[in-house]
């Protein structure tokens, strides 16, 4: 049964054409109200909220976050699980790396993302089974002969399901030595590489070194934001023309890179609001169509998306396109403005980009501890590199208009225990 609902998922995700945006409208408007019928009879929470019967009427339901998400946990989920007991399970599943054991035959697990906050998720074997789906169907080059290697935090028991003779996963623990990986990983022979940007650094490094021979089809990007100065380094290594992102967290898929380059947001899965930051940036909120389980509904992510320009994509996809994925919320940076008692916002992709600029860079974070303070760890520490990355920050700061705060150099070390998700552009002044 799991191997049809898949294959359903994957078939409707891989082959239906959303090629206006009248037609987007009115896929969610059906889903919206499906998914608020269901809501309605099977959620205490929304049992008491305002009736919802089209996406206009959302704006009648309250913005949830992470903390109200979990102080309202049962009430909010639909299959009757007690918040305290499944805390305990997702915890031990931390702890042992079994993540097998179910509360009532459904997932639970913790999520902190980028942001460091414990959440806690709940996902039912329909919706792991949309989710596979939905990924294989947006990910996939071929249906035969693909060898997949994920490289996650915690494996999913949805990979073995799907295993056969035409499509073969192999996890691979982020928390287990790199080593070990990179000898399994050369006689696997991998045609598709799914890992966080920190992970493929590493094997990125390897290839480079000579110690790991690589050349898969097709790269794909999880967990962590995908820079530019990445990217570059990623395609050249790899031999890739696109590296495709998935954009996604605990509360949904929500995005990925068509074969054209374009990263599209999943408008068939979730309805995106948009909360803009300025003439481009926005935070978006979600409601997930497919999640019941826990529902999602006006959610406010912690991200900052920018807008293409351009919403048409050669792919034919009327979705909407999203040129960056700019950074965390938490992580824009904040200065005093020149000439005024006002401040700037400089997002972190306005910051990594600078590094794009100044040669022989390997690796860099960049730090805002104050508003007179920026840390830069830098590989190499050299004197020629300081010089160019001071200058291209002052640069910025004097294209925004911004009080250009002191910047402190140190060596760049890279977290080889891969047990925090890397950002390249941080604020620890919050």
């Known amino acids: 049964m799991t191997s049809l609902l898949i294959a359903g998922y994957f078939a409707q995700s891989r082959w239906r054409r959303l090629r206006s945006r009248a037609a987007i409208d009115r896929l969610q408007e059906r889903y ?9 009879r099977h959620s205490p929470y929304f049992a008491t909220l305002p009736r919802v019967g089209s996406r206009a ?26 918040r305290d007991r499944a805390l305990e399970i997702a915890v031990a599943a931390e702890r042992s790396r079994d993540f097998s054991p179910t509360y ?16 806690l998720f709940i996902v039912s074997d ?24 994920f490289f996650l935090r915690a494996n999913n028991n949805l990979y073995e399901t799907v295993n056969s003779r035409v499509i073969q996963f192999r996890f691979f623990d982020v928390y287990r030595p790199m080593a070990e990986h990179i000898a399994a990983l050369g006689s696997y022979r991998p045609t598709v590489v799914v890992a966080p940007p920190s992970v493929l650094s590493v094997l990125a490094d390897a290839v480079v070194a000579g110690e790991l021979r690589l050349h898969p089809a097709r790269v794909i990007s999880v967990a962590e934001v995908l820079t530019s100065f990445d990217e570059r380094r990623f395609r050249e290594v790899f031999g890739q023309e696109v590296i495709f992102q998935a954009y996604q967290c605990t509360e949904g898929f929500l995005g990925y890179t068509c074969p054209f380059g374009s990263v599209h947001l999943n408008e068939d899965i979730c309805y ?3 909360e803009f930051v300025d003439d481009s940036r926005f935070v978006p909120i979600i409601t ?44 824009v940076f904040s200065f005093p403005a020149v000439g005024s008692d006002g401040r700037v916002s ?33 590989a190499p520490l050299v004197g020629e590199v300081m010089d160019r990355v001071r200058a291209e920050l002052d640069g910025l700061a004097g294209r925004l208009g911004f009080v250009p705060p002191r910047v402190e150099f140190e060596p760049y070390v890279a977290d080889s225990t891969h047990r925090r998700k890397r950002k390249r552009v941080e604020n620890c002044a919050q």
């Open 346 to 378: 400089v997002f972190p992709d306005m910051v990594e980009r600078c590094f794009l600029y100044v040669p022989g860079v390997s690796e860099f974070r960049v730090e805002r501890h104050s508003d007179d303070r920026l840390v830069v760890f830098v």
């Open 104 to 119: 009532r035959g459904v997932s639970v697990g913790l999520s902190s993302g980028t942001s460091g906050h414990r959440g």
């Open 32 to 40: 919206v109200r499906r998914q608020f019928r269901f809501l309605r």
């Open 126 to 149: 329909r919706e792991r089974c949309a989710w596979a789906g939905a990924v294989l169907a947006r990910f996939l080059p071929s249906l035969s002969g693909q060898r997949i290697a």
């Open 272 to 274: 995106f609001e948009k």
């Open 57 to 82: 009427d959302l704006g009648k339901l309250p913005v949830m976050d992470k903390e109200s998400m979990m102080a309202n946990f049962n009430r909010l989920n639909t299959v009757g699980l007690d």
């Open 288 to 331: 997930d169509f497919r999640r019941r389980s826990q529902p999602i509904v006006r959610y406010r992510l912690n991200d900052v998306l920018t807008l293409a320009a351009d919403q048409v994509c050669g792919c034919g996809q009327a979705t909407t396109v999203v040129a960056k994925i700019a950074g965390r919320e938490d992580d």
